[in-house]
C-alpha cells in the first residue's frame, strides 16, 4: 500500500470508521510502565512529566488509573504519507466547526482521532462529509 500526500486524495478516500470501545489517556510514571505492557496499552508516549497511556477505559478502572474523559476512537482507513501536508488541519478544521474536540495519534500507516465519546456520532458525520466534499 503506497502512502498518499496529495491533500484531495487523502480527504476523498480517508473512510473515516469508528472502532468499538472506549479508550483514555492516563498518565503513570516511568516505574510503572514496565507494569502496563502486559495491558497491551493501544498507545503510549514519554514526557516529562509521565508516561501517556491510551487504554480501554475499563482496564485503566480496573487497575484503578485516574482517568480523563472517556474517549472514542476513529481510524482514517487511508494510508496517509507521515510527510503529507494538510490533513490534519482539514479534519481538525471539519471538527471545529462542529464544537468537537480531536486529539490526533499519527501510525504509520493512518492517522486516529479520539473525540469525547459522546461526540462520536457526530464526528463521523462531519468527517464523511468532509470526505463526500472533496
Known amino acids: ?15 473515516p470508521v469508528l472502532q468499538e470501545g472506549e ?4 498518565t503513570i ?15 503510549l508516549f514519554r514526557e516529562a512529566e509521565g508516561v501517556t497511556v491510551i ?3 475499563e482496564v485503566a478502572l480496573e487497575r484503578g488509573f485516574v482517568i480523563g474523559t472517556p474517549m472514542r ?23 471545529t466547526r462542529e464544537g468537537i474536540s480531536a486529539n490526533v495519534v499519527a501510525g504509520y500507516y493512518h492517522d486516529h482521532i479520539f473525540m469525547p465519546a459522546a461526540n462520536a456520532p457526530r464526528a463521523i458525520k462531519a468527517l464523511k462529509a468532509l470526505s463526500a466534499g472533496m
Do not use: K, R
Open 73 to 95: 476512537w476513529i481510524t482514517l482507513n487511508v494510508h496517509s504519507a507521515l510527510e503529507a501536508v494538510g490533513l490534519t488541519a482539514a479534519f481538525a478544521t471539519a471538527l
Open 1 to 15: 500500500m503506497a502512502a498518499v500526500t496529495d491533500l484531495a486524495t487523502l480527504l476523498a478516500t480517508m473512510d
Open 55 to 57: 487504554l480501554p477505559v
Open 23 to 26: 479508550f483514555v489517556f492516563c
Open 29 to 43: 510514571s516511568e516505574e510503572a510502565l514496565a507494569a502496563c505492557q502486559p495491558l497491551q496499552p493501544l498507545g
